[in-house]
C-alpha cells in the first residue's frame, strides 16, 4: 500500500528538518557563550536527550546515521554537551 510508504518518506523528510533545526538552534544558543553556565548545559542536554529519545527507535539507516553525523558536529562544537 503506497500510504506506508509515503507517510514513511514524510516521516523521514520531517526528522532531517528537525535534525537542521537541532544544528542551528544549538549555534544560536551558544554560539557567542564563551562560557556556558549549569543552566545552559542543562537545557543543552536536555534538548539532545530528547531528539535521541524520538530518533533512536526509528529503524530507518539513513535517519539514524544523520542523527549521528549531527550530534557529531555538535560535539565538534560544542564539546561540553558531550
Wanted: aromatic share 10%.
Amino acid at each position: 500500500m503506497t500510504v506506508s510508504g509515503e507517510y514513511e518518506k514524510v516521516m523521514e523528510e520531517c526528522l532531517k528538518d528537525d535534525l537542521e533545526w537541532l544544528e542551528r538552534e544549538f549555534e544560536l544558543l551558544y554560539r557567542y557563550k564563551k562560557v556556558k553556565s549549569k543552566a545552559d548545559i542543562a537545557i543543552g542536554n536536555q534538548i539532545l536527550d530528547q531528539f535521541i529519545n524520538n530518533i533512536k527507535n526509528n529503524n530507518n539507516e539513513e535517519v539514524l546515521n544523520l542523527l549521528a553525523i549531527t550530534l557529531n558536529k555538535i560535539e565538534q562544537s560544542y564539546p561540553e554537551f558531550f
